[in-house]
């Protein structure tokens, strides 16, 4: 927050004039919290700093009408104060509202008073212990205190905390009481109530709205649980309830004029809304900085980013999210990327002004990170949409310019242009809304006429345009300072030149013509830049696939510029032809290289024959040596470049003389740099022959077809087989698409029956004689004994235990018999003695 | 009170003859100096000799589905029982009486002079002393007190009902075969003593006369030796005396009895099945049929009895060559399939081949049994995969042999179930392509699934010819191209390793052109070594590895491994098409990767191979490239592309060639295992 706010300042400090883009709110927002500064100033708290910048904002803007307001409506407050002040006397005895909880020591006087005011910037240390006890009985008196309010009437969003104190006199039972609430009920019962309060306000937010209030003290409480569910209760809640446009800051003139209850009722929403959503995101922001609430804390923001684009605060919004593009949890920064994106894609929800704003953030953020950010953080540039007509009318409002100035523009500062167009914008703002008071009218301005859109859409390019540079001067910079140090992992070095490159790539048509040259240059630099360094690649610091893109953006470039340009692209040329032989299946992406062949030979017109023959040369020994999918783009290529350069098709037929146009390099060098240099019309495309024994049927067919044009005339061409681009091809045959395809259904083998015969056919014939070598009469006797014995051994092991525990036992039973033998005599002694009697 | 007591005794009694038990296995693998084998050691139980290795097998089953469940690659095999014919009984022949017996007096004390002096027998000793001194304390009770004869009389034989019911009720759950052993116990077969000069008589009568009587009594005796110590108190027991008869009596029967039954059925060597069947019904069969059921059931236990690799492999090289005459006892064929399958898994060279003879032999003999040796063979195949190492590569590579040799044998009916395994595995790449998951991955990750590619690759090798099978084929294919498209890197390189030579062996057999090097340039790719020297030299073999550990990927040997593997399978490429007239461009890109790689490594050792690869790949080049240019035909001339340099490719002469074959040559010491 003191971030942005700063930021804010030194803005004001660049430019002279100092008036805001979306003033009204801003103004807004600065006049609740002017209010609270009184407090703020009182009472030590953390985000002191920011008010009387505010405030010094404010009152640089220079509008003194505005500060008179200020002063009157400060007159009016403490008036509408005084009385709540009384009636806290009322209706508690501060005795008894003076203990415990308070975490500063204050006394409640004070804190009665400023109760507003914590509630306002969300750093409230609330009433934790028991606070929901008392928030319950609150709730009710709340419920029944509401019904005879007054209406629009600012006071009464502070009746919650004139209650609080009353709920102390109950303060010895429920401190009890709060003994025996574990903290699992605790958690329950405040689920329980934000689950009520939220259902609440989504059923009447009109008559509801100050249960936000509540929301927002719930959601300091102490439980991270029971934080995050108000958070996400909150943002449920706001979601709902946002309005469609934005609020505005009263006028003065409005305010002195008596309206009706009406209008007071919707003003006073209007104002608890946009102060509750404020402390909201304040919270948000200070949460965000907090592991552990920093990903409920970034889908929130994402969340509300989305929804309410239009709405006030946006702009700390986007740049909390914008931060967060390139952040290192993978959950939060796709959750970031996709807000991005849905902003840029759906600019009719705030008329474009987010996507600047957007654009420009995380260009800034490109620029403070030295480009050493996460590639998703550019790559969120490719869902800018742009009208088709853009670039055009850019061109023609460019003669009315003198050049120069534009070249400054874009290149070194590009903010002027903005401020000077939100002023322009801000001006149109402030000439409607003096005409249309009333809110439902504003929304007509929601759409935006062309020339407007035009303008937004202009600035947006030049800050695209400006990120995209400054990424590829820094990988040149870059690459120059290290390119003897160390080896470092291809594309690690530079993780935003291959989205940016992907970038320039899809908007090459909306680069100015006077960049036009540098561009080129620079990526020619790019490309090859390990050239010039010296023969090994591998000190470049760029992957192959990075350089290879260069080239296909340069060709873009040109082509999209309607080849107008008069540019020497031979180099790139060059490049590619070098850069095929660097290009590894796992490392490098296939796309790339296909899309290379496709944008500089396959999309090109007639070809230099040296260059095309060299070309066709290298890519059948490509095609050679690596996977059918590659093979395959490769041979769409090579036939197109036969079919263009009908020449070309000597190099099918083995001339044993040597078509005259050989002599320039006799004998064919495959490892040559430079394709005219490599003799590649002399060759023989003996490749060819090979590839129609390739286990890929389509590989092997594609290599007959083209051998088939040997025996066509030039200008015949073969039956075509293959109908696509060397992309296509490549997609259509890589492994992920095979396996992506469903699984053919059942095989069926067609065999003809045939038992083979007993002979072998995997098994060493050598194995096998040393199977029927008998084993040696002797050994085996002498086994079969030991084993014999061994058994023997056990049997009579097993059987003389038998026997031995058969005697003890019978041993064992003598003492049974002993005992048996005495009852017996016992009996018998007894049995004497009846029979005397 | 009695009865309690008896129980008591019993308890004690069992649990210390188990731990005897226990006792002596162990000290008879102490002795025999191997291996506990599964099974092996679990069948000299008393009274329940075919328990454990039932238990273990159900086990194995449970392994198995649980396994399945895994990972989906075993057959479902469903466990035929093999009680069947267990319950007839065969194991005791009636004999003639008119065979001759012969009194012992000769070799009486050779039972005591030839065993060894083992533990066991020490302790044997020493509690025959103790049950002396314990049997002469009875007696002085029982002359005290001549009452207590009485009283202990009637004891004993309440004890005695009480154990045989409780034994009856005991038996009802447990295997038939107890059922089978107490009848035969109950027809008390003979317990005369035999003596070797009897048994040498028997052995002369049979051998001249087939029909002789004798050969009831030698099967009886065979039985019982087969039997030997599965009841220690049988009577059948006390019929040996001496080590010699034992091996008297084996060795003779499993030599000569396969004469003898083809001489009693009047077969000749190469009888198949058919005519088994045929003889089943007619008169000659219904003489020999016990004797023949006795021979084979017998050999049997034999089989599941003996613990030495030898021994068995001897037993086993016998029966062979009676293998047709297990078609007429269906269990009796499954149960010897079972014992074979244990036998060829376990880790014993000679063992195992002479075990998957025999198997081979029962699945090409018997044609019900093919199914379920070809589903045996394939989960004890994926079973004793899994685990891998530098010892066992060999055996795997031969039980993936044998399996494709067996598979081999019905094409038609191994290719169903070679479609249905290669389904699966594809089932399991693609499910791992797409959710990229650990967990699916680690099911690709591993030998078993390795080795079954692997498996229908070499099945493939040796079948392609012959047969059209083009779509397992493509499948393998894709499968091969899957897995390496989804383990890239350099950890994987022994994976990827192993999948090139799959490729070139697919490449050889199909002769289809596989562009091998893509694969292999991470090999040649130069990467940076750390330069602290190794306290220890670490061994990486790669055949034992499919995923090279963290601590070893910067280490020298790793990178000259990766080397030397990566020169190996590219020269098998190259080999193979160093003939063919495009053999140069083939050659060009690897080539520069070489060269570069050859100014690049730090490593001394590799300079050497790395340029003779290149100076050999040159060379050839140059040689086609002279032979290419006189002659006259285009590229699109496919018979001439054909022919060209077939002469020499034929005489085999060329310097790659031979460079090629001392290559291989080279590797073949270091364990490796080469195309």
């Known amino acids: ?837 | 009170m009695a009865k309690k007591l008896g129980k008591k005794a019993r308890k004690f009694a069992r649990k210390n003859l188990q731990s005897a038990a226990k006792r002596n296995r162990k000290i008879r693998n102490q002795f025999n100096n191997r291996r506990p084998r599964r099974g092996g050691s679990g069948a000299r139980e008393d009274g329940d000799e075919d328990v454990p290795q039932r238990v273990d097998d159900a086990t194995m089953a449970t392994n198995d589905t649980a396994d399945a469940l895994i990972d989906g690659l075993e057959f479902p095999e469903d466990d035929i029982e093999i009680d069947a014919d267990l319950s007839d009984s065969d194991g005791y022949l009636s004999e003639d009486p008119g065979c001759p017996y012969y009194s012992d007096s000769e070799d009486g004390d050779d039972v005591k002079g030839s065993i060894m002096q083992d533990g066991l027998d020490r302790q044997n000793d020493d509690m025959n002393l103790d049950v002396e001194k314990q049997k002469r304390k009875l007696k002085k009770l029982l002359d005290k007190d001549p009452e207590f004869a009485n009283f202990l009389e009637k004891w004993q034989s309440e004890l005695e009902s009480y154990r045989s019911k409780e034994d009856s009720d005991e038996e009802d759950g447990m295997d038939s075969m107890d059922d089978d052993d107490d009848s035969n116990d109950a027809n008390s077969p003979n317990t005369k003593i035999l003596t070797t000069k009897t048994i040498s008589e028997w052995c002369q009568l049979v051998s001249k006369d087939p029909k002789s009587p004798a050969l009831r009594n030698l099967l009886n005796a065979f039985r019982d030796a087969c039997r030997y110590g599965v009841h220690s108190d049988s009577p059948s027991m006390q019929r040996f005396q001496s080590t010699r008869l034992f091996y008297q009596i084996i060795s003779f029967v499993l030599s000569e009895s396969d004469n003898i039954f083809r001489a009693l059925l009047e077969i000749s060597d190469d009888a198949n099945k058919g005519q088994i069947m045929n003889l089943r019904n007619s008169k000659k069969w219904q003489p020999v049929d016990p004797l023949l059921k006795s021979y084979l059931r017998n050999s049997l236990d034999l089989l599941s009895q003996l613990t030495d690799n030898r021994i068995l492999s001897f037993v086993l090289t016998r029966l062979r060559a009676s293998v047709v005459l297990f078609s007429a006892y269906p269990s009796t064929s499954s149960r010897l399939l079972k014992i074979l399958f244990r036998l060829w898994a376990s880790g014993d060279q000679s063992l195992s081949l002479s075990a998957f003879l025999m198997i081979r032999e029962v699945a090409a003999l018997l044609p019900d049994c093919l199914d379920l040796c070809l589903t045996k063979a394939y989960n004890t195949y994926l079973a004793s995969t899994k685990l891998v190492n530098d010892r066992n590569t060999k055996h795997i590579d031969f039980l993936m042999n044998c399996l494709v040799e067996l598979y081999s044998l019905d094409v038609q009916k191994s290719c169903e179930r070679a479609v249905t395994s290669v389904g699966q595995l594809n089932a399991i790449l693609r499910q791992a392509s797409k959710t990229k998951e650990k967990e699916d991955l680690r099911k690709i990750d591993n030998w078993q699934y390795i080795n079954c590619v692997n498996l229908w690759v070499r099945f493939l090798c040796c079948n392609y010819k012959d047969y059209n099978l083009n779509p397992l084929f493509s499948q393998v294919l894709q499968v091969i191209r899957g897995v390496a498209h989804l383990f890239p890197g350099t950890r994987y390189l022994p994976l990827r390793l192993k999948l090139v030579q799959m490729l070139n062996e697919l490449s050889t057999c199909s002769q289809m052109f596989f562009p091998i090097p893509s694969l292999l340039f991470d090999c040649l790719e130069f990467r940076e070594v750390s330069q602290k020297e190794q306290t220890q030299k670490t061994k990486v073999n790669f055949s034992s590895l499919l995923k090279v550990p963290k601590n070893l990927l910067k280490s020298r040997d790793f990178q000259e491994e990766c080397v030397l593997s990566a020169i190996q399978v590219l020269s098998a490429h190259f080999a193979q098409w160093s003939y063919h007239v495009s053999f140069p461009e083939v050659a060009t890109i690897p080539l520069i990767l070489l060269k570069r790689l050859h100014e690049q490594t730090t490593i001394e050792s590799l300079h050497r191979p790395v340029k003779r690869l290149i100076d050999q790949v040159n060379e050839n080049k140059d040689f086609i490239e002279r032979k290419r240019e006189v002659v006259s035909f285009s590229p699109n001339d496919k018979a001439s592309v054909d022919s060209f340099l077939q002469e020499e490719k034929s005489s085999g002469n060329a310097s790659f060639t031979r460079f090629y074959a001392s290559i291989v040559e080279n590797r073949q010491p270091r364990g490796r295992k080469t195309l």
């Open chain 1, 1 to 837: 927050m003191g971030k942005r706010s700063g930021s804010k300042r030194k803005d004001k400090n660049k430019v002279i004039l100092p008036p805001e883009l979306p003033p009204e709110v801003d103004d807004d927002a600065v006049d609740v919290s002017d209010e609270d500064i009184e407090f703020y100033s009182r009472n030590e708290f953390h985000h002191f700093d920011q008010e009387p910048i505010d405030r010094y904002v404010k009152r640089t803007a220079g509008d003194e009408a505005e500060v008179e307001r200020l002063y009157e409506e400060r007159e009016k407050r403490k008036a509408l104060r005084r009385p709540r002040e009384e009636n806290d006397d009322l209706e508690v005895d501060p005795v008894d509202a003076l203990p415990i909880k308070n975490l500063q020591g204050e006394l409640v006087y004070n804190r009665a008073k400023k109760a507003r005011s914590e509630e306002n910037t969300g750093s409230t240390k609330s009433q934790e212990n028991g606070a929901d006890a008392k928030q319950g009985i609150n709730k009710d008196e709340q419920t029944g205190k509401s019904k005879n309010k007054k209406g629009g009437d600012k006071v009464k969003n502070t009746q919650s905390h004139i209650e609080v104190p009353k709920g102390k006199l109950h303060s010895d039972v429920l401190e009890e009481v709060k003994e025996e609430l574990s903290a699992e009920e605790l958690f329950e019962k405040k689920k329980a109530q934000l689950a009520e309060l939220g259902m609440a306000m989504l059923e009447e937010p009109e008559s509801n709205i100050r249960s936000l209030n509540d929301m927002l003290s719930i959601s300091n409480d102490k439980d991270q649980k029971v934080v995050k569910l108000g958070l996400m209760s909150l943002l449920a809640v706001f979601k709902d309830i946002i309005p469609s446009y934005r609020i505005r800051q009263l006028t003065e003139k409005e305010l002195a004029v008596e309206v009706s209850k009406e209008v007071k009722k919707t003003r006073y929403y209007e104002y608890t809304l946009i102060r509750c959503y404020k402390a909201y995101l304040q919270k948000l922001i200070s949460l965000e900085k907090q592991p552990h609430f920093y990903s409920v804390a970034v889908r929130c923001m994402c969340a509300l980013l989305d929804t309410a684009p239009h709405f006030n605060f946006r702009e700390s919004l986007l740049a909390s999210v914008a931060k967060n593009l390139s952040s290192s949890d993978d959950v939060v920064r796709k959750m970031c990327c996709e807000t991005i994106r849905s902003i840029f894609i759906n600019e009719g929800k705030h008329r474009g002004e987010a996507t600047i704003e957007a654009v420009r953030l995380i260009a800034d953020h490109v620029k403070l990170n030295d480009c050493q950010l996460h590639p998703d953080s550019i790559e969120v540039f490719l869902s800018l949409r742009f009208d088709e007509d853009l670039g055009e009318d850019e061109t023609e409002e460019q003669k009315v310019k003198p050049k120069k100035n534009k070249h400054r523009q874009n290149r070194e500062a590009p903010k002027p242009l903005p401020v000077s167009d939100k002023k322009k914008t801000r001006q149109e703002l402030i000439s409607k809304a003096r005409e249309e008071v009333d809110a439902d009218l504003r929304a007509v301005s929601f759409t935006l006429d062309p020339k407007e859109r035009k303008g937004i859409q202009r600035e947006t390019l030049s800050a695209l345009f400006e990120t995209y540079f400054r990424i590829l001067k820094h990988s040149m910079s870059t690459s120059n300072l290290r390119s003897k140090a160390n080896i470092v992992s291809p594309g690690a070095s530079h993780p935003l030149l291959a989205p940016c490159l992907e970038g320039l790539g899809k908007f090459s048509h909306l680069i100015d013509l006077d960049f036009m040259g540098e561009l080129i240059a620079c990526l020619k630099k790019l490309s090859g830049y390990s050239d010039r360094q010296d023969g090994t690649p591998h000190d470049n610091t760029l992957s192959v696939s990075e350089r290879m893109q260069c080239c296909i953006v340069a060709f873009k470039v040109w082509r999209s510029n309607l080849e107008a340009l008069n540019v020497d692209l031979q180099d790139f040329f060059v490049q590619l032809y070098n850069l095929i032989l660097e290009y590894r299946p796992d490392r490098d992406r296939g796309e790339v290289l296909a899309d290379a062949l496709k944008t500089l030979l396959w999309e090109g017109k007639q070809q230099d024959m040296l260059r095309a023959a060299a070309f066709i040369k290298r890519l059948a020994t490509f095609a050679l040596s690596f996977g059918s999918a590659e093979a395959i783009a490769a041979l769409v290529t090579l036939k197109h470049l036969l079919q263009k350069n009908s020449k070309c098709r000597n190099m099918l037929e083995n001339d044993s003389g040597g078509g005259s146009l050989s002599c320039l390099v006799a004998k064919y060098n495959p490892e040559a740099k430079d394709p005219y240099l490599s003799g590649g019309l002399a060759s023989v495309l003996w490749e060819l022959s090979l590839l129609e024994k390739h286990y890929d049927i389509s590989v092997s067919s594609m290599a007959s077809n083209i051998l088939s044009m040997a025996t066509l005339n030039p200008t015949q061409n073969p039956v075509p087989i293959l109908n696509v681009n060397p992309l296509e091809a490549y997609r259509d045959l890589s492994i992920e698409r095979e396996l992506s395809k469903t699984a053919s259904k059942a095989l069926s083998l067609n065999l003809k029956k045939r038992r083979r015969g007993k002979e072998f056919v995997a098994l060493n014939p050598e194995v096998l004689r040393k199977a029927d070598c008998s084993v040696d009469k002797e050994e085996l006797e002498e086994k079969l004994q030991s084993h014999f014995a061994v058994l023997r051994g056990i049997s009579e092991n097993e059987r003389l235990r038998a026997q031995l525990n058969h005697t003890l036992s019978s041993i064992n039973i003598y003492k049974e018999y002993k005992k048996q033998k005495k009852k017996n005599m016992k009996s018998k002694i007894i049995r004497k003695k009846v029979a005397r009697v």
